[in-house]
């Protein structure tokens, strides 16, 4: 087993609690926002789990009490199981405004959290997320720039093999999967399922049938990285629209899906409007669409959306991670022209298209190159992201790049 490994997150933390009374740390289940704070500031901070009945009782009987006991500095873990809190914590914090760094929160739903922590703590928090580790923090490298920025030194490809390349897709990055390379990442992503099913999702309102839901969530993985088409999803399980948006927003707000957008490039081109959804995670993807093989992944029908799934993981968790919302999307014309990824840098966008072959050629660029031509100085030259080894251009403005690389 692993010891600890570095977050890319660890800096931006630190200056936010330096910046502001509190820190909200969400993300979802089992992602390491325990470990990450408490190996931060488990010396200088007191630590209380909201996540016992007896500790809730007890906040809920006499709030200012509770907060009296553990005074600042002090971590507060699982608030979204005692909202209550936040008021109190607001009175606590403005009887010494100008004090930073005196409460660091958790909370595994981003949707009740953020309504709250936005009605009670307006100014005084930074919220920052935390996602299961990307690639380069697995690897030891959590501060390892994108391809294309000016800071990234010429690539040094840390090789995989192309059945150990897919081996890592089926387990996935959470942390004890990463830690403990021995564990079983089938047994581990069952239990996990059923954990969030049972623990996350029945506290929402809005979920009836578990069941229904876990089927939901198998017909999304069957579907990964194509077009959205609610109405579909809704006729073949037998639910109402409606409740499809709304699962879809419980998905989101529980750290599980990335719903990708289209880029709008020109107003004279036709171009398709429908999102697309990905799983955060690919180990998550992986065992929702029943895979445990890594040779059946990589050859089998998923394949292409699970390299599109983990490309997508890598730069959402990369640019998350840097305490940045990711600002990724896609870009289709009606006609079927396709480039798989768009990511805005700040005025200049990155194109990245994804190909399962490991022999990337010419060809492979096309819908980059279109693209380019239709943006012009906006864009930057873009990348074919494959699983083999080979770096080498593929016509002007776009070249190969091995996914261990990215």
Known sequence: MQGYIERSLEPVIVRAAAEFPAVVLTGPRQSGKTTLLRHLFGQSFRYVSLETPDIQASAAQDPRGFLEAHRPPAILDEVQNCPYLLPYLKEKIDGNRSRNGQYLLTGSQNL?????????????????????????????????????????????????????????????????????????????????????????????????????????????????GQLLNMTDAARDLGIAVNTVKAWISILEATYQIVVLRPYFVSPGKRLVKRPKVYFTDVGTLCHLAGLKDAGHAASGPMGGAIMETAVLSELFKTL????????????????????????????????????????????????????RRDLRDRCTSGYVVHPGDSRLPLGAGVSALPFADL
């Open 112 to 224: 009740a959290l953020t309504q709250s922590v936005t009605e009670s703590l307006a100014g005084r928090v930074a919220m920052l997320q935390l996602l299961p580790f990307s690639r380069r923090e697995a690897e030891c490298r959590p501060h390892l720039p994108l391809p294309w920025e000016a800071e990234r030194k010429p690539a040094s490809v840390n090789s995989h093999a192309f059945g150990e390349l897919w081996k890592s897709f089926l387990r996935g990055g959470y942390p004890e999967l990463v830690a403990e390379p021995g564990r079983d990442a089938a047994l581990w992503h069952a239990a996990y399922i059923q954990t969030y099913l049972e623990r996350d999702v029945r506290m929402l309102r809005q979920v009836g049938d578990l069941t229904q839901y876990r089927l939901f969530l198998q017909l999304l993985a069957a579907r990964s």
């Open 320 to 371: 998350t991670h840097r305490g940045i919302a990711p600002q990724i999307y896609f870009w289709r014309t009606m006609a079927g022209t396709e480039v798989d990824f768009v990511v805005d840098t700040g005025g200049q966008l990155t194109p990245l298209e994804v190909k399962l072959s490991a022999t990337p050629r010419p060809a492979m660029g096309a819908a980059i190159r279109t693209l």
